[in-house]
């Protein structure tokens, strides 16, 4: 057989602004401008103004192992919030909240402090001076239409910057934004393997 055949599967840094498509759309770029590699197709959405993990894989049934709910692949979040979240607001977002489509399942939400070290947002957030903001660590088994960000407005803290840290057992680690790697393929049943 001539040829490598594609990776099964890629993790990529997606910047902010960037689409989980390949195609560009509007003020909005596609992942083209990053990867080049034909049959690998996205696992899982994260919306442009969204970043952080996103994973690319060639291969159809693991694409629906990591995208399909009911697999309950857990997705972690790191989330920079407006306003500074209560051990009331973290109870709720622990325990579920009513959103306009029902209410969410039981999460892991603490509060990030000191604050992660992420690299810079391109453009930065617009921070308000007379308003604090700090992070929280959500992790969801979930993916509905911008969730997380649902989530933190319920509680009453805004999300300011959402940045996609895992995906079960795959990692961001070692990835700058823009950057991509291949994968090794975790089995089933290794949900504490580590990646990178």
Request: hydrophobic content about 40%; aromatic content about 6%.
């Amino acid at each position: 057989m001539a040829g490598m055949p594609p990776p099964r599967l890629i993790r990529f840094h997606k910047p902010y602004g960037v689409l989980s498509q390949f195609t560009p759309e509007g003020r909005w770029r596609g992942l083209k401008d990053f990867i080049e590699l034909p049959g690998v197709y996205v696992a899982g959405r994260l919306d442009a103004d969204s970043e952080g993990l996103l994973l690319l894989t060639s291969d159809g049934a693991l694409q629906a192992r990591i995208a399909d709910p009911r697999h309950k692949m857990a997705k972690t979040y790191r989330v920079q919030v407006e306003g500074e979240p209560d051990e009331a607001a973290l109870a709720a977002l622990r325990a579920g909240v009513m959103l306009n489509d029902g209410p969410t399942r039981p999460a892991q939400a603490r509060r990030l402090d000191p604050a992660p070290d992420m690299p810079p947002r391109d453009p930065p957030i617009r921070e308000r001076k007379s308003i604090p903001t700090a992070w929280i660590e959500l992790v969801i088994h979930e993916g509905r239409n911008r969730q997380v960000r649902r989530m933190t407005a319920a509680v009453g803290f805004p999300t300011l910057r959402l940045i996609r840290v895992a995906i079960g057992p795959y990692t961001l680690d070692g990835l700058a934004p823009g950057q991509w790697a291949v994968q090794p393929v975790a089995g089933p049943g290794s949900g504490s393997a580590r990646a990178g």
